[in-house]
């Protein structure tokens, strides 16, 4: 199986700040990679998948980076909406795996 | 608009059996493959397994700790996938949550509200 790890598993920001998810596969996943947004009590929401690409509706704060097994989510200025957990996910091979999360929270 | 409806989330005792049921709306249902995904109280998202597209005649795929438990169907009729859980054990208690994969890219792109399934005596 593929081991997706996220770093850190939670951080502290402030609203205006730029943040970075770290993502890395135990091996390599081509651009098989998505990322997810969740609020307490709600289902996961798609923000981005094929490494890069925004899924329809999500703001351009968002982006994505990274190849091979090392990957990015970044975003650009945190707001209050943005206080989450997040998760990626690889689905180049079964079984599909998931990050362990990284809470953001704010400082 | 694309809508997945959960039910069938219930208590169960270890050992028991339940089905669960996703009812798929706004999107022609036998293009895409559809996933489950659960989430233990308090945890991480856990893939359980996926029902390819009428193209790949509906074959499924499973994670480890639910195969030859867990199986996954569809009725087209009712555009419908169901997960029938069998000989469940503590640690299947969690939200289960049906999801749509992208016909094109395979990407998660929608995901129901979810369903509890709580495994105690």
């Known amino acids: 199986d593929i081991q997706m790890t996220q770093s850190p598993s939670s951080l502290s920001a402030s609203v205006g700040d730029r943040v970075t998810i770290t993502c890395r596969a135990s091996?390599?996943?081509?651009?098989?990679l998505a990322w997810f947004q969740q609020k307490p009590g709600k289902p996961p929401k798609s923000l981005m998948y094929?490494?890069?690409n925004l899924q329809s509706g999500v703001p351009s704060k968002f982006s994505g980076g990274g190849s091979g097994t090392d990957f990015t989510l970044t975003i650009s200025s945190l707001q209050p909406e943005d206080f989450a957990t997040y998760y990626c996910?690889?689905?180049?091979?079964?079984?599909?795996?998931f990050g362990g999360g990284t809470k953001v929270e704010t400082k | 608009e694309v809508q997945l409806v959960e039910s069938g989330g219930d208590l169960v005792q270890p050992g028991g059996s339940l089905r669960l049921s996703c009812a798929a709306s706004?999107?022609?249902?036998?293009?895409?493959?559809m996933d489950w995904v659960r989430q233990a109280p308090g945890k991480g998202l856990e893939w359980v397994g996926r029902?390819?597209?009428?193209?790949?005649?509906?074959?499924?795929e499973y994670a480890a700790s639910v195969k030859g438990r867990f199986s996954i169907s569809r009725d087209e009729s009712k555009n419908s996938v169901y997960l029938q859980m069998n000989s469940l054990r503590s640690e299947d208690a969690a939200v289960y949550y049906c999801?749509?994969?992208?016909?094109?890219?395979?990407?998660?792109?929608?995901w129901g509200q979810g369903t509890l399934v709580t495994v105690s005596s």
């Open positions: 999801v749509r994969v992208a016909r094109i890219t395979h990407h998660s792109d929608c």
């Open positions: 706004g999107f022609t249902f036998s293009d895409h493959c």
């Open positions: 029902s390819r597209n009428k193209a790949d005649r509906y074959t499924t």
């Open positions: 091996q390599g996943i081509s651009n098989n």
């Open positions: 094929g490494v890069s």
């Open positions: 996910q690889q689905y180049k091979t079964y079984p599909l795996t």
